[in-house]
């Protein structure tokens, strides 16, 4: 092989590395892969601060009491006798006049829709519970419209993975469905959603907010 060949050679040997490295760097159909590297870290999904709520919400779960220390559970409940959570305190609860409890030891619980104020970190009672049982649930609107997602079964692994490792328990629930990612949060005004659309990109992550304002 003459020089001349040796050095057309390498030249295409180069500018093939280059195409192969340029789609490594690309999603499906030529699209940037999503990754949170590519928003500011005091945007991330973790570290996102949501607007607190003007009035009154309400929550759905079950409020656990032991020896005084008040909460309301809208998360799974650990397989325990009394049962256990990670949930949020409520302050001014009380058992008088509220039915449908039981009590162990020093614990009661019961299922009950709670009306309180919000202010981030703790629930304040504002009005009598009602017992899950006789709460008329309204089904909340579907946030994408009834569209299924474009996000393929993989992705949508990585990336739920991803989100239940960084929040923890801030993670009500985490789970894919439809071709979205969807996560439950204690409270969100669309500050999260916001920080999940700017780190995976449009309609990829849908986030609820297990608390929902009334006032």
């Not at 304040?124 to 006789?134: E, F, R």
């Not at 997602?149 to 991803?162: H, M, R, S, V």
Request: proline letters at 6%; aromatic letters at 6%.
């Amino acid at each position: 092989m003459s020089t001349s060949q040796r050095r057309l050679a390498l030249a295409s040997a180069s500018l093939a590395g280059l195409l192969a490295l340029s789609a490594c760097a690309t999603g499906p159909g030529g699209s940037p892969a999503p990754t949170s590297t590519t928003v500011a870290s005091d945007q991330l999904l973790e570290t996102a601060q949501p607007g607190l709520p003007k009035g009154r919400v309400i929550g759905m779960g079950t409020v656990i009491d032991a020896a005084g220390d008040v909460q309301l559970c809208m998360a799974a409940i650990m397989e325990s006798y009394p049962p256990q959570c990670y949930g949020v305190p409520i302050d001014s609860w009380t058992w008088d006049d509220v039915d449908g409890s039981e009590t162990a030891g020093e614990t009661t619980w019961g299922d009950y829709a709670v009306y309180a104020t919000y202010d981030g970190e703790r629930l304040t009672k504002a009005d009598p519970p009602i017992m899950l049982a006789l709460y008329d649930t309204v089904a909340p609107e579907d946030p994408t419209g009834g569209v299924d997602g474009k996000t393929d079964e993989a992705e949508l692994t990585t990336i739920q993975d991803d989100i239940a490792g960084r929040l923890g328990p801030d993670a009500l629930s985490v789970w894919s469905d439809r071709g979205y990612v969807w996560l439950q949060v204690v409270w969100d005004e669309g500050t999260i959603q916001d920080a999940a659309d700017a780190e995976f990109g449009d309609d990829v992550v849908v986030v609820t907010s297990a608390l929902r304002e009334i006032d």
